[in-house]
């Protein structure tokens, strides 16, 4: 069983960045692959970034080159460093952990935290 809590979200402008984390309970943490998902309203989960327990690295094309998906196995935790952020940006972020052989279909997570919320204003 993996706990996962997500934290750093808030209110900013345009252009400016946030660091979400996602702290995750068990010791097994460096065999899943981990991931960030975003829901905004109206809209369905969509895949963000995810980075696997060998520490390859998948992105959204949307977010390439200002998002950072990263990952610390001595402190179980996964972050998201989210740079130049857009009004479009703005969602329910969700880290999830699995051990699928895909990473975008959020049915390969086994588990998901509660969210954090990311609001960009223009």
Request: charged fraction near 15%.
């Amino acid at each position: 069983q993996v706990q996962l809590v997500e934290s750093g979200g808030g209110l900013v402008q345009a252009g400016h960045s946030l660091r979400l984390s996602c702290a995750a309970s068990g010791r097994t943490f460096s065999s899943y692959n981990m991931a960030w998902f975003r829901q905004a309203p109206g809209k369905e989960r969509e895949f963000v970034a995810a980075i696997r327990w060998n520490s390859n690295i998948y992105y959204t094309d949307s977010v390439k080159g200002r998002f950072t998906i990263s990952r610390d196995n001595a402190k179980n935790t996964v972050y998201l460093q989210m740079n130049n952020l857009k009004p479009e940006d703005t969602a329910v972020y969700y880290c999830a952990a699995g051990i699928g052989a895909s990473l975008v279909p959020p049915s390969q997570y086994d588990y998901w935290g509660q969210g954090t919320q990311v609001t960009v204003s223009s």
